[in-house]
């Protein structure tokens, strides 16, 4: 090893010691005639002294020229820097190396930023030169959680049992999910594998084999629009298990996030994870994926709106809507006018037609105390019921929404996350709330396809009582399906599948994939399923989100070593490009590209 330590290493009980020591400048001072360097690894900071009585005037001159992210070996003595020099912010604060003898291993050009995490650095550049990005320290942190997590994820399945298989990133195109990435067939011309967007057919095949716990750190792959929490590759936690129920598996994934949280954080997590139906959740939050770190649920008041004097109300009723509302307690002063008329046009840009509200002044009994849109036009005895219904105080805010069903859950869910989060900052950092939300629909209605569509996959189990449903009324058959919600984000899903031929091809019916269609699309899981298919379920995490949440970044580009950019691209390696005409010949492709 060029190096006996690391730059973080070095304590106090060292001091005597001669020690060799490698590393990145971070900066370079000159203190009257006595050169001084902060030499960076990833384990830390470690300051090195040049004095010429100690390491010569040839070293001394050497060092002087010493710049930034020139990579350099130190050999000297440690000694301690005493009580008034120690620096308390660095772990080797107490000491520094006195060097004997410097080697410069590598000089650097001026970096295009600083190495720094207080830098503040625009994101394009950072990706470009990602590789000067991950020295910095916020970024190693970031990396090194992740190498954590998907650690304690391991240890905890294999002391479960769990058999950690890799399952084929080339495969079949299959049709009806997230849109594929294709690659040509050099030996088979105009014929395409597809990355796979996930292990989910190949898990259920190993069940089928046999194989009973199965568990993979998976890259999958899906050709989508990209925001802060998607990539075009990304990686799962996935796993399967055999002659299970909905609760064992809830119960295992639940263990991970303990273990998780417990290894990376220190933290321990409460046990069980509360639960909610999926209808529950919609009901009471407007999402399947509600931030519980507040309270502020959605109450319905269609029956008390059929007569409450406010014409917008009656008349979302009239055209088979709804009318729901949720009280922001105390938050008449936080809320100005201007903010609540913002939060109104928040709410028309997500579907609504306006955002009625009423604030409640000192006496929640005088008229004249409700005020808004629509506080006048609610009759006194509709007002008493309201103040009843709402557990209305002084100073709270109403806000209500009347449209259809789809839209009040859309609309209110998302006011609801704004006032928690953005304008009463009712979530505290530092706060976990899980929380599972299961039996979703099986499948809802596309009005684009006009046709129904999967809610989560075409193998997730219909509850059996279910099943006569199917060919009626598809819409009103529940799935055993099951997600795992932190704080308003969902990092985990996943169900019991379908392990028997007849129920996979009434579901496929339902979703009007014919017999032909099914089998030339997933013949081989039909043709594995009749072999005796144990019954089988999974779920699989989002490590990137999880790793997001965990060390508090904004977006999974920061938890990612080497990232793509929100059109695509990899601004490092400067692709996708153009191929040679000549490759394109040996795939057997031809290039239509748009106008221009």
């Known amino acids: ?46 300051q090195v002294v040049f004095d010429a009585d100690v390491c010569g005037a040839a070293a001394k001159e050497q060092a002087d020229r010493l710049r930034s992210e020139w990579v350099v070996q130190v050999e000297g003595e440690v000694r301690a820097r005493g009580e008034k020099n120690a620096n308390k912010q660095l772990a080797t604060g107490d000491i520094e190396v006195f060097a004997r003898r410097l080697t410069v291993l590598n000089p650097a050009p001026t970096p295009p930023f600083e190495i720094d995490e207080h830098a503040k650095v625009g994101e394009e550049a950072r990706l470009r030169y990602r590789f000067l990005d991950l020295r910095r320290p916020a970024m190693q942190r970031r990396l090194l959680l992740r190498h954590r997590i998907v650690q304690a994820a391991r240890r905890y399945f294999d002391a479960l049992g769990f058999v950690e298989v890799e399952t084929p990133v080339l495969c079949k195109y299959t049709p009806g999910g997230a849109r594929n990435f294709l690659v040509p067939s050099r030996l088979h011309p105009g014929q395409f594998y597809a990355l796979a967007e996930s292990p989910q057919l190949f898990k259920q095949l190993l069940m089928i084999a046999g194989y009973d716990r199965y568990v993979q750190i998976a890259k999958c792959f899906r050709d989508e629009d990209l925001r802060n929490d998607r990539q075009p590759e990304f990686t799962q936690i996935d796993l399967e298990m055999s002659f299970v129920t909905m609760d064992d598996i809830m119960e295992v994934g639940e263990g991970m996030a303990r273990a998780v949280w417990r290894e990376a954080l220190g933290v321990e997590l409460p046990a069980p994870f509360p639960r909610l139906t999926w209808q529950e959740a919609m009901d009471r939050y407007g999402s399947d994926k509600p931030d519980l770190r507040f309270a502020l649920p959605i109450v319905d008041l269609s029956d008390w709106a059929a007569g409450c004097g406010f014409s917008v ?284």
């Open 1 to 46: 090893m060029l190096r006996t330590h690391t730059c973080g290493e070095l304590r106090l009980a060292d001091v005597g010691a001669t020690v060799t020591l490698c590393g990145w400048v971070q900066n370079h001072r000159d203190h009257g005639g006595v050169i001084f360097i902060d030499l960076r690894d990833r384990y830390g900071l470690t």
């Open 313 to 596: 109300f009656e008349k979302a009723l009239e055209a088979k809507g709804v009318v729901r509302a949720l009280n922001a307690p105390g938050a008449a002063e936080q809320l100005s006018r201007r903010t609540l008329d913002q939060l109104t046009e928040f709410a028309k840009g997500i579907g609504a037609k306006g955002l009625a509200w009423i604030k409640i002044g000192a006496d929640p009994g005088r008229a004249e105390d409700w005020q808004g849109p629509a506080a006048k036009n609610i009759t006194p005895q509709a007002r008493a019921q309201l103040a009843e219904r709402l557990q209305v105080r002084a100073g709270d805010v109403l806000f209500f929404g009347a449209d259809t069903l789809k839209t009040v859950r859309t609309v209110l869910g998302a006011v609801r996350n704004q006032l928690g989060r953005e304008l009463l900052q009712l979530a505290r950092p530092g706060e976990w709330r899980f929380l599972w939300v299961h039996s979703a629909p099986l499948c809802e209605w596309s009005e684009e396809e006009r046709a129904w569509v999967a809610n989560h996959h075409p193998f997730t189990a219909p509850y059996r009582e279910q099943l006569p449903l199917l060919a009626s009324d598809p819409g009103a058959v529940l799935s055993q399906s099951y997600d795992l919600v932190l704080n308003g984000n969902e990092i985990g899903g996943g169900s019991i599948r379908i392990h028997d031929a007849a129920t996979q091809q009434a579901v496929f019916q339902a979703l009007g994939i014919g017999p032909e269609e099914a089998q030339r699309k997933f013949g081989f899981l039909l043709h594995a399923l009749s072999y005796g298919a144990p019954p089988h379920g999974g779920m699989a995490f989002g490590l990137d989100r999880l790793v997001m949440l965990l060390s508090g970044a904004e977006s999974i580009r920061e938890v990612i070593a080497f990232p793509k950019t929100q059109r695509g691209r990899d601004e490092m390696l400067d692709c996708p490009t153009a191929v040679s005409e000549r490759q394109l010949a040996e795939l057997h492709i031809l290039t239509r590209l748009p106008p221009a």
